[in-house]
């Protein structure tokens, strides 16, 4: 609230150059994110931001959005994360061979994950958001940080979701909650599941889960 930076966790810029040589195939859908206040936010090479799934980022974003020709030259410093956006049946290949490429050889450490692979999936727009970050920056790394600070156990959590990205976060919590409008396969996992987004779904796990456990307490 104080706008005090808990954390900050950036992509080695080494492994963004990495991802973006081993996926040029995909350059027309991709894009680096930075930590920045003001232009240069979000910077491409080459994309359509006609595209229906872009247009409305690019009339809220346009003016932190940059190009760079080649993408490269732009990583000049640790990016947030490579961005990779398009279809549906264009990005879940992408995604499985990014996993596939992730992991390298550390001699004292074994096999470590280089990257993180989130994926975030809107069937129903046929529009799929591919995001490669630090492996530390997902929400279910920053949710079991952020509560091993406050002294909390999993199951003193609630964490809401609705797709693929958040499943790491969702299977930390000891309350995990699925929304009405989340992808069927978290669904499927068997988690309480609230109302859709249209149906204040969030206000209804927050009365069900923290308001009447605690009203019950009292």
Known sequence: MDGSTFARRLLDRRVARRVLHAMRDYRDSTALVFDRDAERQVVFETMDWDHPGRQKYWSRNNSHIAKSVPLEDALTEDPIQVMFNGSVGA????????????????????????????????????????????????????????????????????????????????????????????????????????????????????????????????
């Open 91 to 218: 990005m879940r290949p992408l995604a499985e061979l990014l996993r596939g490429q992730a992991r390298v050889h550390a001699a004292s450490e074994g096999e470590v994950l280089e990257y993180s692979v989130l994926m975030t999936e809107y069937v129903h727009r046929d529009f799929t958001l591919v995001d490669v970050t630090s492996p530390e920056a997902t929400k279910g790394h920053a949710l079991a940080w952020r509560a091993e600070q406050m002294g909390l156990s999993p199951d003193e959590v609630m964490a809401i979701g609705d797709n693929f990205n958040d499943l790491e976060m969702l299977e930390f919590a000891g309350t995990p909650v699925v929304m009405g409008n989340s992808v069927e396969e978290l669904k499927a996992r068997g988690w309480h599941v609230t109302g859709h987004q249209n149906e204040a779904g969030v206000a209804q796990a927050i009365d069900r889960f923290i308001l009447r456990s605690a009203n019950s307490r009292a």
